[in-house]
Each structure stands twice: as C-alpha cells, then as structure tokens.
C-alpha cells in the first residue's frame, strides 16, 4: 500500500499530462505504467515532460521511453566454489571450480605485486596449470563488509555480461572475489606519449570508437558507468580494442546511490547524468591525443587542467579537437552523447582521406544533428 501511495506522487502528473496533450495509452502500456516503481515513474514523468516540450511525444517515442526506464539486467546469483590449494594439487597455481561448470587456475605471486588499484587485487587465471596465457581476470574486493562488497561484485558480474563477457563471483574465507574474461592489452593510463604516438591520429579514432561501442551499451540499456577515466580502459594497440572495465560504480540513471570517485576525473556538474559519462570520455580522448593536448594534475590534486598543445591541425586532428569540445560543453545538456560520438568516430576513422567538407558533413551528421531526436531527449540532450 505505501508503494502504491508513493507512486501515485508521480502517476497522477503523468496522467494528467498526457491527457493534457490528448495521448491515448494503449492498454498494455497503461498496466504497464500502473505497475511502475516510485523511481521508474518519476524518471519516465521527465522524458514525458522533455518530449512534449520539444513535440516529439508520439506513441513510437512513449513506448520507447516506457521500455528503457524498465530495462531489467539479468540477476546475478554467487557461485558454488571448490578450490584446491597449492599444497593439495602439489602444483605452483590453486585449482578453482565454479558451479560445476567453469574450471581455472590462479596465479601465485611470492612478491605479491599484483595489479591493483582502488577496487582490491586482481590475479591473473589460466585455463590449466602449464600455460603461460591468461584467460581470466580475478578480481578481490577490498571492501571487506558483505553489505557492501556483495552489491559490487553483483555490479561488476552484471556489466561484463551485459558486454557479453564471461563473469562470476564467489567468496572465499569472506572475501569477495570476481571473475571475468581477461582483456589483452595493459591500461590505457600505463602507456606512455611515445607508444601513443606510435599510431597515427585515424588509428587512435578506431580505437576511441572501440571504447564508446561498450560505452553505448550501458547507455542504451539506461545505465551509467560513471567512474569513465583512462584508468578504467584496457588497450589492446595490436587489434585496435578499447575495452571498459571496473563496474563497481555503474548504475542506473537516476538511482541516486553515492559512490567514492576519484574527483580529478569528476565532472564538475553535479547531477546523475550520462553527459558525465561523455565528460569523461573528453579526458579519455585527450589522453589518446598527448601530441594535441596535454593533461596535468592542478596542485589540489582533484582536478585536471587540460592544455591544447597543438593549433594547427589537419582534418583529422581537427575533428578530435570538435569531438572534445562536444564531449566536455560546460552545459552538460548540451555535450553529444555516446551513440553520437560513437558514429562520429566511425565516420572519421571510415574517411581515408579526409577533407575539410567531408569532416563539416560528419560533423553535421552526428555531433551536431539540426533536428533534436528522440534519442537525445532519452539520453538527457535537452538543449
């Protein structure tokens, strides 16, 4: 009952709003509406509320604003765990059984310098105990309560499946651990100017479209990563591949929980937007571009001053230049979204060579449509 009384907090405007504007609700979205959590209704009420004011509210644009706030992710359940020890399979890797199904080995380091960062450690795992080659990423949580390391561990097994990567998680003597599909390269803040430089300004626009393919996802499906930096990119320079990782964070708009970030990467904006996500992106982009731009930590250690190192530019370096202007537009109502810069790249990348009146088309094209689209307005684009 107390639900059903929250709700009503927001149903009533919405009804009353569409029938202001004469929108029929069909019968399967009307008990689709009525069945709506709190924070659903509140969130469609202000794409209902943005469509009309732009007059793109038609049945087409409703059913898609319904269907994207009530996107689901599969749930996630903990695995069974078996685990033989060094000492009782006489080998140097412990043995791992997950759920019957999936079977690995896990490194073992005396030195202990495994790769880590905020989150915990991550070991490497390896299909059998003679290769060299890792298949697997295993990651263990820092944080030690359950109640908060088992809702990350869901968030981590929950993103990489979404990307259509193989993820687990399991505990053992109380800790949480994640296991998900190792992703070949190093991260992307390991590399240095000169290995950037290596490939060319197109190469490097293959290899942002790569990263904001797996951007674009969570944000098609309504979710926020939210902690976008180049720590959180795996670069693979061989294949072209700009992989997300590290989900702990990611949610889904509009859920309000609160996160600890490194603030030199926050946008400054406060606010649950995807255009923070796009804010982000900028500084990714600007990291893959040391020959146009330069990044440096101010001396309060929670920002970042970004520097344009290079003004005379080709049409290549150009397009970079437009693409982190969009990225990083002070309004964020106003920055492109990840869909938008997604294409954007492609069509830079697609263009061999590039001409000013070919990059104005792309630009036109993607980064600045004339004509605001639904999709905008569902990803908060409300100029």
Known sequence: MEEKQNNNKYIEPLLNLLHQEKFTLSATNQQTLLAL????TKRLLAIVQNLIQYQLLSETAFAEA????TIKLPI???????????????????????????????????????????????????????????????????????????????????YNRLLNREAYYFTNHERYFIVSKWQQGKP??????????NSSVRTRFQWLASGLTDLNILHENYRIHSDIKPDNFILNDKIGSLRLIDFGTSHKKDTHQFFRLNRAYTDAVHGDFFSRDMYGMGLVSCFLFPDIYLLELNEDEESIKISQIKHELNAYEAALVKLVERMMDPNPKLRCTSLDALQFCKGIYDSDPLDEMKLKQIIQDTLQHPLLLVEDVLRGVTP
């Open 37 to 40: 959590s709190k924070h659903n």
């Open 66 to 69: 319904l269907h994207r706030i």
């Open 76 to 158: 996630v359940t903990k695995s069974s765990l078996e685990k033989k020890s060094r000492d009782d399979v006489k080998k140097y890797k412990s043995e791992f059984l997950l759920d019957n199904h999936l079977h690995f080995f896990a490194e073992h380091n005396e030195q202990k310098n495994y790769d880590c960062g905020g989150f915990g450690i991550v070991k490497k795992g390896y299909i059998n105990n003679q290769t060299t080659e890792c298949s697997f990423a295993i990651k263990k949580l820092r944080q030690m309560y359950a109640h908060l390391a088992e809702p990350e561990a869901k968030r981590e097994v929950k």
């Open 188 to 197: 992307l803040n390991t590399y240095t100017q000169n290995e950037l430089l």
